[in-house]
């Protein structure tokens, strides 16, 4: 089972912008679909976007299209999230989420392994 370890979180004036990187270890990760979830405090973990194993498609959920971009490199067993025109409602622990398949879901319950999440913070 691949482990991830999330950075690049942190505090940010609204229209900024944040990298999230997502590293893995362990075996598997080229094959993997990923995904990147968000909860806010209070919030369900939602949805936030994703990417197939071979980086063909991505996903994103319609509050962030235009603005967030994922992206992975396999060859560094990493995947990332290009925040920017962030917004006070961006705020949230950011975690990011491996598939044991190749084609990515919007369902939290579907990805198998969970990073421990990085905080983002977007001020007004």
């Known amino acids: 089972q691949v482990q991830l370890v999330e950075s690049g979180g942190g505090l940010v004036q609204a229209g900024g912008s944040l990298r999230l990187s997502c590293a893995a270890s362990?075996?598997?990760?080229?094959?993997?679909?990923m995904g990147w979830f968000r909860q806010a405090p209070g919030k369900e973990r939602d949805f936030v976007a994703a990417?197939?194993?071979?980086?063909?498609?991505?996903y994103y959920t319609d509050s962030v299209k235009g603005r967030f971009t994922i992206s992975r490199d396999n060859a560094k067993n990493t995947v990332y999230l290009q925040m920017n025109s962030l917004k006070p409602e961006d705020t949230a622990v950011y975690y990011c989420?491996?598939?044991?398949?190749?084609?990515?879901?919007?369902?939290?319950?579907?990805?198998?392994?969970w990073g421990q999440g990085t905080q983002v913070t977007v001020s007004s």
């Open positions: 362990g075996r598997g990760f080229s094959t993997y679909a």
């Open positions: 989420a491996a598939r044991r398949l190749p084609i990515p879901t919007m369902i939290a319950a579907d990805y198998m392994s």
């Open positions: 990417i197939t194993a071979s980086s063909v498609l991505t």
